[in-house]
């Protein structure tokens, strides 16, 4: 199968899944021709700038660095070393370390909120920030 262009979220609602032959044949399911992941990955910006992400955030946390390996693919469950900066009132507070983040990513997904349109080049994707309506933080 050759690889083409197609929508994997569209109006929220996921379309497919990306699958190697491997992944396909373990699942009963036809190959998507992504043997190795995403590529070329675009996620579409929403219209708020960096600063307006911060301001619809209110209250929170900013992450900006995440440690480890703590995602099962099984059950969807997240749990990363993370360090970054609270934010209260729409603005930088201070900085935070050694915490860790933790969720689910089928809640993570549903709970995005904005993506921002301050969009970042690595490698063949391309996306803004995410701002997740909530997950669990822990740490000194």
Not at 132 to 138: F, G, L, P, Q, S
Request: glycine fraction near 16%; hydrophobic fraction near 40%; aromatic fraction near 8%.
């Amino acid at each position: 199968m050759t690889t083409r262009d197609r929508e994997v979220v569209e109006g929220g609602v996921l379309q497919g899944y990306f699958l190697s032959t491997y992944s396909a044949r373990k699942l009963g399911m036809a190959t998507t021709a992504n043997s190795g992941g995403s590529h070329n990955l675009l996620v579409a910006p929403g219209p708020l700038d960096f600063a307006g992400m911060l301001k619809k955030l209110g209250t929170g946390l900013l992450v900006t660095e995440v440690l480890g390996h703590g995602i099962n693919y099984i059950n969807g469950d997240y749990s990363r070393g993370a360090a970054g900066f609270w934010v209260e009132g729409g603005e930088i507070a201070y900085p935070v370390h050694e915490i860790t983040i933790a969720g689910n990513l089928k809640d993570m997904f549903r709970g995005i909120v904005a993506i921002g349109n301050d969009t970042v080049v690595r490698g063949s994707k391309q996306c803004g920030s995410i701002l997740i309506d909530r997950m669990m933080v822990a740490g000194q």
